[in-house]
C-alpha cells in the first residue's frame, strides 16, 4: 500500500506560479512512476505529468509543456510540480497517483487514470482572471 498526502494548492492569479507537493509513504519501493492529475468541474481526469521513480524520464500533456515541471526528492520521497504562467483553465483539484503495477510507458502515458493503483485526496487550485 501506498499513502499519497498533497499540499500546495490554493488561490492564485492569472499569470502566477504555485508549487504542489505530494508526500508518499509506505510500499514506496515498488513504485514505477508517479503522475499529477487535474479534474475540472465537468470534465474528465487529466494527466498533467508523470515521472519514473528514478526521475530520468517525464512526460507532460501539450497544454502544460514548457510551463509545468514535475520533479522528485527520493530523499524525502516527495514528488513536486511547479506551475507557472498559470491560466483559468488549469482551475481544477489536483491528484497526486502513484503506479505499481503498469510499465513505466503506460504510466508514463496515462491515457488511463486507472493505470495507477493510489491516489491522494486531491488539492485545489483556483486560477483567478
Known amino acids: 500500500q501506498v499513502q499519497l498526502v498533497e499540499s500546495g494548492g490554493g488561490l492564485v492569479q492569472a499569470g502566477g506560479s504555485l508549487r504542489l507537493s505530494c508526500a508518499a509513504s509506505?510500499?514506496?519501493?515498488?513504485?514505477?512512476?508517479m503522475g499529477w492529475y487535474r479534474q475540472a468541474p465537468g470534465k474528465q481526469r487529466e494527466l498533467v505529468a508523470a515521472?519514473?521513480?528514478?526521475?530520468?524520464?517525464?512526460n507532460y500533456a501539450d497544454s502544460v509543456k514548457g510551463r509545468f515541471t514535475i520533479s522528485r526528492d527520493n530523499a524525502k520521497n516527495t514528488v513536486y510540480l511547479q506551475m507557472n504562467s498559470l491560466n483559468p483553465e488549469a482551475t481544477a483539484v489536483y491528484y497526486c497517483?502513484?503506479?505499481?503495477?503498469?510499465?513505466?510507458?503506460?504510466?508514463?502515458?496515462?491515457?488511463?487514470?486507472?493505470?495507477?493503483?493510489?491516489w491522494g485526496r486531491g488539492t485545489q487550485v483556483p486560477v483567478a482572471s
Open positions: 515521472i519514473t521513480s528514478g526521475g530520468s524520464n517525464t
Open positions: 497517483a502513484a503506479g505499481r503495477r503498469r510499465t513505466t510507458i503506460q504510466l508514463l502515458c496515462g491515457a488511463n487514470w486507472y493505470s495507477y493503483e493510489s
Open positions: 509506505g510500499s514506496i519501493f515498488s513504485i514505477n512512476a
